[in-house]
């Protein structure tokens, strides 16, 4: 990859020419919500290189930018197709590279480098995408199996239906947070003893196993016809780009609700996703195969390429309220058993209309190694029966209030890296009575 001239990108950026992901912020000089990307330790304002530029010399053939990139949201961009987010990616990096072909625009224009280039602590995040609604899904296999075999054993760990079709369920888009947003401790109706006999009785109270759920999320770039589902083979180019995604999960309050119709309570209280959008062409050369399934699939899930997951490497660091860091988890997204074009094509399969900026979670990811790749607390502590170490003489089995989780991943070589960021969200006491 090309070398850019912007200043002091650290060769282990998550941010280097080879991603140029796309968000929102605002400025001190302008309030107003609006498009930007990351490069290095700096975030190219958008509108103000419109205001300042001619975009048809950089992006030929692409009219109303201008507009497009002074909106709140990146929907109206995701809204143009993958085609135009590849034009477009790729003239960004032509303007930020050290071989530029237009230098005269951004690169020996000081008073726009000035106006335009800012350093990231000098802006603020907003939600990337406007959410009309949120799916979440099941896809992380070794996640399944060994939640599966906590609670039915390992003849019963997968239900009969888990390998014959993407499980999911509808999330809560209103709940859906970006980075840095306070997370409360949800209040919910808890089973105290799961073993008591006799009638079960419930309280009240808030949340005592409070979890984090470490997930790939996949924003959806524009919609299908009400009836019409969109078949495997061309899901890819309703793909937008990719976040990642802490689903928050209170697991007792769930435990006693689930049963018979899934989550409610114990998982829409917050979701976080991380502030940049990954544009899907930017992880296309990381590419790996999906765990493999021996099921024989029905025909609408049968995919024609194998490579058709990513290697994404990801972290899951908690920070105690002392300020002590450890990093509990360690994985990669390529430990899925179902793809993204899957879920879409089993999603749509009845004729469920997708809409630009809906959101889909790949579910909890864990590797198949010992605790360290588990990416809940519910697999590494057991269900509460095992504690986390961490450093300063603490340990966890649920999160505490005080608690900051944040999120990483990233793929690709130093100089060249693919990065998301953080997606980090910090644990307050409860806003209820």
């Not at 909106?71 to 809204?79: D, S």
């Not at 992880?283 to 390429?305: D, M, S």
């Not at 469920?352 to 990811?365: E, F, N, V, Y």
Request: proline share 6%; charged share 20%; hydrophobic share 35%.
């Amino acid at each position: 990859m090309a070398s850019s001239w912007v200043p002091d990108i650290d060769p282990c950026s998550d941010f280097s020419l080879a991603n140029i992901p796309f968000g929102i912020i605002s400025t001190a000089d302008d309030r107003s919500p609006h498009a930007g990307v990351a490069i290095g330790s700096y975030v190219l304002d958008l509108k103000v290189l419109a205001a300042n530029t001619d975009l048809t010399a950089v992006f030929p053939g692409i009219n109303g930018l201008t507009e497009t990139f002074s909106q709140p949201t990146l929907n109206a961009f995701a809204r143009l197709g993958r085609a135009v987010h590849r034009q477009v990616r790729a003239g960004i990096q032509d303007l930020l590279s050290a071989d530029t072909t237009q230098p005269s625009i951004l690169r020996d224009n000081p008073d726009l480098r000035q106006k335009a280039l800012l350093p990231q602590r000098a802006v603020k995040m907003h939600m990337p995408m406007e959410i009309g609604d949120y799916t979440d899904f099941y896809a992380g296999y070794h996640h399944a199996y060994a939640v599966g075999v906590m609670f039915r054993g390992p003849q019963n760990a997968l239900q009969p239906n888990y390998l014959h079709m993407p499980v999911g369920y509808h999330g809560r888009a209103s709940s859906v947070v970006v980075s840095g947003t306070p997370i409360h401790r949800p209040v919910g109706q808890i089973l105290l003893d799961p073993s008591q006999a006799g009638p079960k009785q419930p309280v009240t109270a808030p949340s005592r196993k409070l979890d984090i759920e470490l997930e790939l999320g996949c924003f959806i770039a524009r919609g299908n016809e009400i009836g019409r589902g969109i078949s495997v083979g061309e899901a890819e180019e309703y793909i937008f780009g990719y976040v990642l995604l802490n689903d928050w999960s209170a697991r007792d309050i769930q435990m006693w609700e689930y049963v018979p119709l899934g989550p409610f309570n114990g998982k829409n209280f917050a979701t976080t996703i991380s502030p940049w959008v990954v544009l899907a062409d930017a992880l296309e050369p990381f590419r790996a195969r999906a765990i493999e399934n021996k099921t024989e699939l029905q025909a609408y899930l049968e995919e024609k390429r194998e490579d058709n997951v990513f290697d994404i490497k990801l972290e899951v660091d908690l920070t105690t309220a002392e300020g002590d860091t450890t990093t509990i988890g360690r994985t990669s997204s390529k430990h899925l058993i179902w793809s993204f074009p899957q879920m879409i094509a089993h999603h749509t399969l009845g004729g469920c209309p997708m809409r630009t900026g809906d959101l889909l979670g790949s579910g909890t990811i864990s590797g198949p190694g010992g605790a360290g790749e588990r990416g809940s607390l519910l697999e590494m502590t057991e269900n509460g029966k095992r504690e986390v170490l961490l450093y300063g003489m603490d340990m966890r089995t649920f999160l505490k209030d005080g608690d900051t989780v944040t999120l990483r991943g990233f793929c690709g070589p130093e100089g060249g890296r693919v990065g998301f960021g953080e997606c980090r969200g910090r644990i307050y006491s409860s806003l209820q009575s």
